[in-house]
């Protein structure tokens, strides 16, 4: 079997963007990503067994049932239980505490060096999750000073403040009303959220009373669409960090004007302290959204939902190859029917005292000329199936195959376009 080495420029590097796009749905404190609902599983109620409207972000415990045995363990077992790697029914990292002192990066370094003995067996999970969630910040928690907790995006803000005033949000008004912040994990949108694509809408009864986008694709979000708080269209409801996943709504103008006093919104903040009731704004879009905001709480004001879309960019490395079958190459197959068929006899080899030698066996002839009796002069032609990829050890790591075998003959070039996504 020949081998073939790629040259400089049969291998190319490159990436790819893409823009997958997201859409949160939140309401009565429960979040759907995507449209999607529980997904009922044999051993769990959600079959990744992740709350719903949250990813999983290993995905390696796929509906499996906990061990009933608190005892088991993987392995022989020892008389010191914590030297056990229990069997729990999931899957799960462990490491032993020994002299290369490895542990998990979410443990400190007390916690290793007092906690545990050498020998223990050190355990994580990877039953973890990710999701939208919202703070709601009043006036008095000083969100954008020193100590607050927008001091550390501030460097961002003022970063992002190229693209517009927009993004000096004031400290006064910050003060005076506070602000509503959305945190995006970055496993929804990549590298970073696709400006133009965000679109907020603040629903009541079912209707929309408010949306919000980033039509100018500044960071800015305008308010349009206001059925009920229409005479705010055009107002700068709040601003989108695109890197970091931010979403930082100060609007506090009224959505529901025609909805009665009833469904004013019992808002919490982000420590879970009650905030009084007040109009619907875009200070309390989300509410809900893992926020200490309880389920059952709609009951109360007027069946208050949101949606929150936009789109991601995700870069995806790709690499080119260039496989080559140059002229008067490749055209030899060991696939016996490469040889005319009857021949079967010729196949033993010739053997003496001093003598080994196989027999000459005949090349089937596939060439036609252009006469229906004599048969062309015989060309040897190859059909390609599949181009196998090697590493520099020989070790075969890849085979590429082909929709349709690709016809060789001997005075001809051909050039195999391979694309892997890494």
């Known amino acids: ?33 995507n449209n999607n609902a529980v997904e009922a599983g044999k051993n769990v109620t959600n079959v990744n067994d992740v709350p719903v409207g949250h990813v999983s972000l290993f995905e390696l415990n796929v509906d499996r049932a906990a061990n009933a045995d ?7 077992a020892d008389s010191d239980a914590d030297k056990n790697v229990k069997d729990t029914g999931y899957i799960y990292p462990f490491v032993v505490k020994g002299v290369q002192q490895v542990g ?8 290793f060096a007092n906690t545990y003995e050498p020998g223990d067996i050190l355990t994580g999970s990877y039953k973890m999750s990710s999701s939208i969630s919202r703070q709601r910040y009043i006036g008095s928690q000083n969100f954008l000073t020193t100590k607050g907790d927008g001091a550390a995006i501030k460097n961002s803000l003022s ?68 059925t009920e708080g229409a005479g705010n269209d055009g107002e700068i409801g709040g ?21 009665t006093n009833a469904t004013k919104i019992g808002d919490k903040d982000h420590t879970g302290t009650a905030i009084a009731a007040a109009n619907s704004s875009w200070l309390n879009f989300g509410f809900g959204a ?63 005292s001093g003598l080994f030698r196989e027999q000459e066996l005949e090349i089937k002839n596939i060439h036609s000329a252009s006469y229906a009796d004599p048969s062309g002069s015989l060309k040897k032609t190859t059909y390609i199936t599949k181009v196998g990829i090697y590493d520099e050890k020989k070790k075969l790591v890849g085979i590429a195959s082909l929709a349709k075998p690709v016809k060789k003959t001997e005075e001809r070039d051909l050039t195999f376009k391979l694309k892997l996504d890494i």
């Open 159 to 226: 970063f992002a403040a190229r693209l517009g005033e927009h993004y000096n949000i004031s400290t006064t008004v910050v003060g005076n009303t506070g602000v509503n912040v959305i945190q995006i994990p970055s496993v929804f949108y990549g590298s970073e959220i696709k400006k133009g694509t965000v679109n907020l809408k603040y629903y009541m009864t079912g209707n929309v009373v408010g949306c919000l986008k980033d039509s100018r694709q500044n960071g800015a979000l305008i308010q349009s669409e206001g």
């Open 70 to 76: 608190a005892t088991a363990v993987i392995g022989p």
């Open 290 to 352: 893992n926020d200490k905001v309880t389920a059952g709480a709609n009951t109360t004001n007027g069946s208050a939902s949101f949606s929150i879309d936009f789109a991601g960019t995700h870069k995806i490395p790709t690499m080119t190859m260039m496989a080559h079958a140059n002229k008067g190459e490749l055209n030899f197959s060991n696939n016996p029917t490469y040889f005319k068929s009857g021949q079967t006899n010729l196949q033993t080899p010739i053997t003496g």
């Open 104 to 111: 998990f990066r979410d443990m400190t370094r007390d916690t």
């Open 1 to 33: 079997m020949p081998l073939h080495k790629f040259g400089k420029s049969d291998i190319l590097h490159n990436q790819i963007k893409t823009y997958p796009s997201s859409t949160f749905f939140i309401y009565d404190s429960s979040i759907y990503y």
């Open 239 to 259: 601003i989108v960090l695109y890197k970091e996943g931010f979403i930082i709504l100060t609007g506090s103008w009224n959505l529901a004007t025609n909805f």
